[in-house]
Structures are given as structure tokens and as C-alpha cells.
């Protein structure tokens, strides 16, 4: 997008190589996640990076935004994430879409389709261990679904599952890696054994080193960004950054009230920023008078309600505040960060909304 007005998302892909390597067990192979436009920060560009970092595979949750790497020429493999919508069997694989498996009308759509590529495609079975989102369930049944995938032909190339407690329990992980683990040994027994077996996400990869198996798929961790309070991220950086600038200063006396519903009323004479961004940007209405901003290296607070297309700026009674003055929504400046777990704690969700949500209407630039 052409970038006319202040605000913009820079994604920093030094932190994206960096963090790669960070998370990339000695063992193990690694796939980086990079659904819904890379959590945010620009599909293509991240997946260049990781892949030139060590990444070997990559994720994603549509068909479309596998299909959108491959005409952007990247070649490395491309996990889709669940099964394939019917009807769009064929055109995934077409693109060398390596599909997810784990029901029979998803199977034999998938072999259906596979017989017009000359067959042999590579599949991965997902195994529901206990996050109920999807995957064969019961555990066991997967054995059985195994042998009926072996049947039809198609080539059995990865066993996986998904951790629903990795950033936050002990007891609850262990238990599904026991669960894959008996799966994936009893498939052995029958003559079936995957090249890769896989399980960690980002929680799972930085706490888990158990569950690194043959492969790792951090998703969030891969931004910088915390999967969970209590999860230590080392030396991993935040890839993100978001800024503005002010586009009007204004000072005001106290007693004056600003904003739609005129909710935030100012305790002192204060000069009033007008920045240009707002929730049709990803801003977020929930941050109204509670998220701070950074301005000449202090914290500064959203004043009332964050509107479409603007905030409003409380910056006090003392310093010169002035239009082009750089606005930090979301990173660093000078000694002082708004982090995406900052902005998802104060707005009731999770950094990982917070990035994600970032709207298509404010550009991105890539350095490093």
C-alpha cells in the first residue's frame, strides 16, 4: 500500500532470522508458522527470512495463503494447517500444498484428487490429544484412520498434534505427548512410520524440550511475541513495531473533556496530540484512556476514545510537544516499550490479537 499518512507497521526481519535460529532445536527441523499474514507482519516477507534463517517448512491455515507463497516462488514445503475445504483439493495440490488429514470424506477427497497428480502425495494425519479443535478422536482411532490413508494410496509423511496448555501446564502437555507418543508407537508396530512426528508450538519449543520430536512449529514466538505470561523468551526480539506521529497539538484548560462521549475530563491545562490512527487500523476501542503511547521517550496517555480513524493524546502540562513528533503505538523508544502482551492485557486479549489484528490499510516496511 502507498504510504501517504504517518502511520506505519516496520517489521524488523533481522529479529525474524534471529529468532529462528533462537528457536530451532539442534534435533529437530523446523516450520515457521506463518498463517494469517504472518501473525500480522507480511506472509511473504517472513517466510523468506525464516526459510534463509534454517526454516525448512512452512504453516499456514488456508489453502489461499498457501497458494499466495507459492505465485510469490517460494518452494519450500507448505504444511496447510487443517484439512482442505472440499472442492479445493485439486488446486492445493496443484501448488504442492502438503495437506492435513483426519476425517474419511477429507481422506477421500484428498485421494480422489491425488489420483490426478499420479498419487503417491504426502499427507499429514492430525491427531486430536486433547485440545478438541480437530484431529482424529479418539487418540486410538488414529491407528486405524493410518492404515486407511496407507490404503488409499497416499503416503503418510508427518503424525502431528496440538498442545492446548503448553505455555501455562505441566501435567496437562505430558499427558497428550504421552498420547501422541503411544500413537505414533503402536503405527510403528503396523510398518508405519512418518519421517516426521510433531507437536510443539511456540510455548511448547521454548519449555517442552521433549516435544521437539522431529520437527517444532512456532507460531508466536517466532515474532517475538510471549505465548504466555510465565514463558521465558530468552533472547528472542520483538519483530514489530508500530508508529505514527501527531498530526495537531492542541492545549487545553483543565476541566475541558475530549473524545466522543466526552468519558476522559482533563485534571489539569494539558496539551492534547491528535495522532492518525484508529480502531479501522487494528487500534483498538478497548485501549481508549488506557493504553499508553510513546512520545519524546515518555509514556503518554490515550485520552477518551479511540476513534475509526484517530486517538487523542494526553502529554501533560510541561513538554513541548510539536506536529512530526514520532508516535511508538506498539515497540520502543528511547528507554521506555509498549509491548503486544501490554496492548492484550489492556484490552482484554492477547498480543497475539493485537499484531494480528493490525489492519491491511497501514503499510508495512521491512528492514534488515
Known amino acids: 500500500m502507498i504510504r501517504l499518512r504517518a502511520t506505519v507497521v516496520e517489521v524488523d526481519l533481522g529479529a525474524i532470522r534471529h529468532n529462528v535460529r533462537a528457536l530451532k532445536p539442534a534435533t529437530a527441523e523446523l516450520m515457521a508458522v506463518v498463517k494469517g499474514n504472518a501473525y500480522g507482519h507480511g506472509d511473504v516477507p517472513v517466510a523468506r527470512a525464516a526459510i534463509e534463517a534454517g526454516a525448512?517448512?512452512?504453516?499456514?491455515?488456508?489453502?489461499?495463503?498457501?497458494?499466495?507463497?507459492?505465485?510469490?516462488?517460494?518452494?519450500?514445503?507448505?504444511?496447510?494447517?487443517?484439512?482442505?475445504?472440499?472442492?479445493?483439493?485439486?488446486?492445493?495440490?496443484a501448488a504442492k500444498l502438503t495437506p492435513t488429514l483426519y476425517t474419511d470424506k477429507g481422506l477421500l477427497a484428498v485421494a480422489e484428487a491425488a489420483?490426478?497428480?499420479g498419487g503417491g502425495v504426502p499427507v499429514h494425519v492430525k491427531i486430536d490429544t486433547g485440545m478438541h479443535r480437530a484431529g482424529v478422536y479418539p487418540a486410538e482411532a488414529a491407528v486405524a484412520f493410518a492404515s486407511r490413508v496407507v490404503g488409499s494410496g497416499l503416503?503418510?509423511?508427518?503424525?502431528?498434534?496440538?498442545?492446548?496448555?503448553?505455555?501455562?501446564?505441566?501435567?496437562?502437555?505430558l499427558e497428550q505427548l504421552r498420547r501422541f507418543r503411544s500413537v505414533a508407537t503402536t503405527l510403528a508396530e503396523t510398518g508405519i512410520r512418518p519421517r516426521y512426528l510433531h507437536a510443539a508450538n511456540s510455548a511448547a519449543v521454548l519449555r517442552f524440550p521433549e516435544t521437539h520430536l522431529d520437527l517444532v512449529r512456532p507460531g508466536i514466538a517466532l515474532y517475538g511475541v510471549s505465548p504466555g505470561p510465565d514463558v521465558d523468551m530468552g533472547s528472542l526480539r520483538p519483530a514489530l513495531s508500530w508508529r505514527s506521529a501527531v498530526a495537531l497539538v492542541k492545549r487545553l484548560p483543565a476541566g475541558e473533556a475530549v473524545s466522543y462521549g466526552h468519558r476522559y475530563r482533563l485534571q489539569r491545562e494539558?496539551?492534547?496530540a491528535t495522532v492518525p490512527?484508529?480502531?479501522?487500523?487494528?487500534?483498538?476501542?478497548?485501549?481508549?484512556?488506557?493504553?499508553?503511547?510513546?512520545?519524546?521517550?515518555?509514556?503518554r496517555r490515550v485520552a477518551g476514545a479511540v476513534t475509526m480513524d484517530q486517538i487523542l493524546v494526553d502529554c501533560g502540562g510541561e513538554d513541548p510537544i510539536e506536529p512530526g513528533d514520532e508516535v511508538v503505538l506498539l515497540g520502543r523508544q528511547g528507554h521506555d516499550q509498549v509491548s503486544a502482551v501490554e496492548l492484550g492485557d489492556l484490552a482484554g486479549t492477547l498480543g497475539y490479537e493485537i499484531v494480528s489484528g493490525i489492519g491491511e490499510r497501514v503499510p508495512r516496511e521491512y528492514l534488515g
Open 56 to 93: 525448512t517448512w512452512l504453516g499456514v491455515a488456508l489453502v489461499e495463503e498457501g497458494i499466495h507463497l507459492r505465485e510469490a516462488g517460494i518452494s519450500a514445503p507448505i504444511l496447510v494447517l487443517s484439512e482442505f475445504p472440499r472442492g479445493a483439493e485439486k488446486e492445493a495440490l
Open 115 to 117: 489420483e490426478a497428480v
Open 155 to 173: 503416503r503418510i509423511e508427518g503424525l502431528f498434534t496440538h498442545l492446548a496448555r503448553s505455555e501455562e501446564d505441566v501435567t496437562t502437555t
Open 270 to 272: 494539558s496539551t492534547i
Open 277 to 299: 490512527v484508529g480502531y479501522a487500523d487494528g487500534y483498538r476501542r478497548s485501549l481508549s484512556s488506557r493504553a499508553d503511547v510513546l512520545i519524546r521517550g515518555r509514556r
